[in-house]
C-alpha cells in the first residue's frame, strides 16, 4: 500500500462512525459511472415521496396493485 494511501486510511479511521460512512458513500459514488442516473432516481424517488406525504396522491398496497396488472394481463 502506498503511503498516501496509508495516510488517508488512518485519517479516515479517525472520523466517526457517521462520517465514515459519508465518506464511504462519496468514494463509492465516483466510482460510479452512472451518477447522473443515480441523481435523477434521488430526485423522482423525492417528488414521489412528496406527492403521497402531501396527499396529491395515495399509495396503493402492492397487493392491490399486484391484483389489478393480473387482472389487466389476462
Known sequence: MSSQ?????AEALKLTAGERAAFAQLLLASLDEDAEIEEAWAAETERRIAEIESGAVQAVPIADALAQVRAALK
Not at 494511501?5 to 486510511?9: G, I, Q, V
Open 5 to 9: 494511501l496509508e495516510m488517508l486510511e
